[in-house]
């Protein structure tokens, strides 16, 4: 099979789909493996590391998407990419559909088999695709947030950890998974007072039980989150309904009763955000301000530290691309349903139900596309 890996496009995207390690496991399969020109460079891998495994470097996306069978990559495609997608072509990615209609009918027009690294399972519950990304950005949360709550960048000008006499800063963590576990933890080890907040209840009786006074966890129901949300001098947003648009759990008449100057970190925006005023932005210009409260909602946020995401995601999604390119797609996902959750679009037609729901589009069963 040939896999195709295209340089990403997004704005400020480092990462790269495919690690010069992987590319030699492919190519050791028996694979051919064409790889675009400076696709790594971002990341620290050079053509050079590729071509020295075997993989082909094409100088523009179009050749590899033109000769490609399987396209791994990192980002949604990007409309660019997504007028080079074809029927009978793998697309395997984020896709992240529910908030995005546009895309949706873009890769349903292309034909092409996308399979999200987002809604793919595991047998151990939870999104093996997604926890690597989501550890990355749940770290890097309380990073920015920080940062943008000094006061030249438009915050109240609180320190994280506050100083011997004044009192910490109070971060607000809603979603106690991967994300949020993970900015909890970065949050509490700056010094910074934690709360996390899931409407889980055996989830919150785990993350009691494994960090114990590091942060204290609280029910998610919405009177006890206006509560919090006054309080808070950042409130990180980190809830999942897997595939689906996120809720809104921060309405903007809330802003009015949240400190001037209070921090919102939407990690959440991939999948719409769950503040009611979250708009997607970019690294080059993270944060806008609506009603005195700042506002950081990358969408990409692991592509600020390319080298660490990019080889964190490959160890992840390696041994699915290995089957998807050894077995061809539909017997990959006939043997691995966990594998088959991730397709969300086929030769038109839309396979993951939370993303019809959410796009008031037609669902087709999977068994139908797998079996059928
Ligand atoms: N912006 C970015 O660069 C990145 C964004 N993400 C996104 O972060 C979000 C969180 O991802 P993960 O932590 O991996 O998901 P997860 O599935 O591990 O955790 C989500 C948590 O939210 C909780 N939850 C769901 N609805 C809730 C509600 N109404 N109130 C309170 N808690 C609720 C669930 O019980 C679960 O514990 C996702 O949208 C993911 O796509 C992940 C990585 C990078
Ligand atoms: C999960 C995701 O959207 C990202 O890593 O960019
Ligand atoms: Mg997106």
Known sequence: MKIGCPKEIKPQEYRVGLTPHAAAEAVQNGHEVIVETGAGDGAGFTDKEYTDVGATIADTAA?????????????????????????????????HLAPDPEQTKDLMGSGATCIAYETVTSAQGGLPLLAPMSEVAG???????AWALQKANGGMGVLMGGVPGVFPARVVVI????????AAR??????????????SLPRLRQLDDLFGDQFKTVYANPALTAELVKEADMIIGAV????????????????ATMKPGAVLVDVAIDQGGCFETSKPTTHADPIYEVDGIIHYCVANMPGAVPRTSTLALGN????????LANKGWKQALRDDPHLANGLNVHDGQITCAPVGEALDLPVTPLDDVLNG
């Open 139 to 145: 770290k890097l949360a309380p990073q920015m947030g």
């Open 186 to 199: 970065a949050a509490a080890g700056m010094g910074a007072n934690v709360a996390v907040l899931d409407r």
């Open 63 to 95: 050749e590899v998407f033109d000769a490609a069978d399987l396209i791994v990559k990192v980002k949604e495609p990007q409309a660019v990419e997504r007028k080079m997608l074809r029927k009978g072509q793998v697309l395997f990615t984020y896709l």
């Open 316 to 323: 992840a999604t390696q041994p699915f691309l290995m089957a």
């Open 240 to 255: 999942l309904v897997p595939g689906a648009a996120a809720p809104k759990l921060v309405k903007r008449e809330q802003l």
């Open 175 to 182: 979603g106690g998974g991967a994300v949020g576990t993970h």
